[in-house]
């Protein structure tokens, strides 16, 4: 099952410039959240905070309270390692390793965590796929096709199926059907929406009816700074701050 | 520079306000009809439908468009969501002075006879509302719309008492029952006109605000 997310005072520096100036922002469990706002305003860095990819960036660094469940993302002795499998990533670009199999691209996180049971792992491979909503189209080829053979909608549902894999308790979603036609696109929307019931999802999105179609809930950010946070509806419909209705109408941004 | 969608805005709005003055133009013909007894203006009205009904399909399609082409949100949604309805409701209004046309032109062919009733100045009340609704329209002024709101219930007395001095009429002279049901049913068309203008208003208070207004509240999407 997925996790509450509560972030406090989060901000978040690339060498001397402050990206993020103190989030607050209460995710609820088992809901999907889209994070929107122009280009350069935060959103990506906020959420490779919430897993601490951001400080996989030379002289990147944040501080703040980032809780998941009861871990204590930023707290003294977390480990970036377990807080990445229990909070799992996808990107925009689907990534899969590309010389590897399908089934070796979702077995593989399972082997860096330690996994050794063949039998284990093939269970694990198998219900990933079928959460990733892959499985029926891959079965035949799980070891005779490799990953980059996969159409890009394949792929990107291959790296849902590999960040799953891992059984986190949160996924975060950095753009993830923004180079996808839209049938693939659709589907990851879909897919989104299944996935709610066992994970907490996180999507960053320029695509504001994406995020209206997928979210329960969505922030807006701009300039580093969480500008409104609400029910996706109310954002779309009837915003309160000037700013967002500003953004989501297309008068800037 | 406007953007195409901007531009796309803009030319609803200048269609509705068109249409809204079709409407407006069609009840006071068919109050001039009233009071002058020529069939002249019952005529022009009825030839007026059809501009009014055409301008209705108009904007329901370009606000189709730009509903799909456009997905619009926040403010822009509900200002198509507003044109959409008062689209709807302009051309009831039309229906209406249509409906008072023919009641007209029924009254015209009986002889005249006083009636205690002030048709013209229930007329000017409904006109006025319908006006002043369209005005916040064009001006997105909330506080005019809410002024029209007000106006209703001074119509629906009218109504009210148009109907009960009426019915006493048709009561004590039974010869005249003719044209004092023609009479009420003129009323009634004015009153509904008057619920149409407030509906207008009610949805531009949506479009402004974002608040919904009808049924006599007022509830902002929580």
């Known amino acids: 099952m997925g996790v509450g997310i509560e972030v406090r005072g989060l901000k978040a520096w690339y060498g001397k410039n402050e990206s993020l100036h103190g989030i607050d922002m209460s995710v609820p469990a088992n809901h999907v959240t889209a994070v929107i706002g122009p280009s350069g305003c935060g959103k990506s860095t906020f959420v490779r905070c919430l897993n601490r990819m951001h400080e996989t960036i030379p002289e990147a660094y944040a501080e703040g309270s980032v809780k998941v469940g009861e871990m204590d993302v930023y707290g003294g002795g977390s480990d970036p390692v377990e807080v990445r499998r229990r909070i799992g990533m996808v990107f925009q670009k689907p990534n899969p390793f590309p010389t590897m199999s399908i089934f070796d691209n979702v077995a593989a996180g399972l082997k860096l965590n330690g996994f050794r049971n063949r039998k284990q792992i093939a269970e694990l491979v198998e219900r990933s796929l079928k959460l990733a909503a892959l499985w029926e189209e891959v ?4 070891h005779k096709k490799s990953g980059a053979s996969l159409s890009g909608g394949q792929q990107q549902r291959l790296c849902i199926a590999r960040a ?49 179609r997928v979210a329960e809930l969505t922030g807006f950010f701009l300039m580093g700074n969480l500008i409104e946070y609400d029910k996706t ?8 701050d000037k700013r967002t209705e500003d953004y989501v109408t297309g008068r800037f941004g | 520079m406007r953007s195409r969608f901007q531009q796309g805005l803009d030319d609803l709005k200048e269609r509705l306000l068109r249409m809204g003055g079709l409407a407006e133009q069609a009840i006071d013909r068919a109050t001039e009809a009233y009071r002058t007894r020529d069939s ?28 799909a082409m456009q997905q619009p949100m926040a403010v822009d949604l509900r200002f198509i969501l507003a044109v959409l309805k008062i689209n709807a409701d302009l051309e009831r209004v039309g229906d209406q002075a249509v409906n008072i ?66 019915v006493q009429k048709m009561h004590d002279d039974p010869a005249c029952t003719r044209q004092a049901l023609d009479v009420l049913l003129i009323a ?20 402004v605000r974002g608040a919904d207004v009808r049924h006599g509240g007022a509830h902002y999407r929580e």
């Open chain 1, 233 to 240: 509806e109310k954002i779309f419909t009837t915003p309160a």
């Open chain 2, 188 to 207: 009634r068309s004015l009153e509904r006109i008057a619920d149409h203008a407030t509906n207008i208003a009610e949805d531009v208070i949506f479009w």
């Open chain 2, 40 to 67: 002249k203006f019952c005529q022009m009205v009825l030839a007026g439908e059809t501009a009014i009904n055409d301008a209705e399909r108009e904007i329901d399609e370009l606000a189709l468009d730009l509903l």
């Open chain 2, 101 to 166: 046309a023919q009641r007209v032109l029924d009254l015209i062919s009986e002889p005249e006879i006083p009636l205690p009733v002030d048709i013209p100045r229930m007329a000017d009340g409904v006109s006025t509302m319908v006006q002043r609704a369209l005005e916040s329209f064009l001006d997105g002024k909330a506080e005019v719309a809410e002024a029209v709101l007000q106006m209703d219930s001074i119509v629906d007395r009218m109504k009210d008492e148009a109907f009960v001095v009426l």
């Open chain 1, 164 to 212: 799953l894999a891992v059984e986190p308790e949160v996924l975060l979603m950095d753009e993830p059907a923004s180079a996808l036609d839209p049938i693939s696109t659709s589907k990851i929307e879909e897919l989104i929406f299944q996935l709610k019931q066992h994970y907490t999802v996180v999507i960053v999105t320029h695509n504001m009816q994406q995020a209206a």
């Open chain 1, 139 to 142: 079965k035949d080829s799980l």
